[in-house]
Nanobody, 121 residues
Framework: QVQLVESGGGLVQPGGSLRLSCTAS????????MGWYRQAPGKQRESVAV???????NYRDSVKGRFTISRDNAKNTVFLQMDRLKPEDTAVYYC???????????????WGQGTQVTVSS
């Protein structure tokens, strides 16, 4: 059974920083891709950042230069370092991962339960 567990959310003032982490557990053969989505009240869930198996990354334009996604493959963990936070970054942040399973060798997409990030003065 695979689980994604997020941590690191909280309340921060504009211009501050937070570091989110997400750890996948289960019978995982390899990580294909891991990333972060976010959803604000009344808005559609949107992709924030993604890191691919080869190490390349992609960010939505509004967070480029402020957010950094990284990974620790040995620990099946992805991080999102968020700097110079803005009120419009306020949302529930969800970890997602495409994981290749040890049994069967198929790849599936999994989601964490989300962690609240609130940027307010």
């Amino acid at each position: 059974q695979v689980q994604l567990v997020e941590s690191g959310g909280g309340l921060v003032q504009p211009g501050g920083s937070l570091r989110l982490s997400c750890t996948a557990s289960g019978s995982i053969a390899s990580i294909v891709v891991m990333g972060w989505y976010r959803q604000a009240p009344g808005k559609q869930r949107e992709s924030v950042a993604v890191i691919y198996s080869g190490g390349s990354t992609n960010y939505r334009d509004s967070v480029k230069g402020r957010f950094t996604i990284s990974r620790d493959n040995a620990k099946n963990t992805v991080f999102l370092q968020m700097d110079r936070l803005k009120p419009e970054d306020t949302a529930v942040y969800y970890c997602n991962a495409d994981l290749k399973m040890e049994v069967g060798g198929l790849t599936y997409r999994y989601w964490g339960q989300g962690t609240q990030v609130t940027v307010s003065s």
